[in-house]
């Protein structure tokens, strides 16, 4: 099955931590969209030479756009800002940093 690039970029600006049960699930699909979009960019499966394979500063770009604009993801949101820290780190780092602060804000929340 063919992807079309431009369908693969559409979705990627769709997918929203809200929308996902967790942040697993959000990046996992985060995720596959970025291996569809490179598959797209396959050779034998395209014919588009001029569009290159996304990014691991991309791949955070998709990931960061994507959380919650609030209090619980404030320290996310800092880091988006921070272009510098962003191009450092790897889609796995800021996944491991989200998965903590995910688990913070449960215990917050139990916690009351």
Partial sequence: MKFN???VWQEL?????EDC?????YTQSIDQKVKDHNLCLEPST???KTLAKM??????FYLLLGIPRNDDWQLCLELM???NATAMLTPYEIVIKWVKNEATIKRQNILG
């Fill in 5 to 7: 690039v431009f369908q």
């Fill in 13 to 17: 600006l769709g997918i929203g931590l």
């Fill in 21 to 25: 049960d967790n942040v697993d699930t």
């Fill in 46 to 48: 395209s014919d588009v």
């Fill in 55 to 60: 990014t691991n500063e991309e791949h955070v």
């Fill in 81 to 83: 800002m921070d272009k």
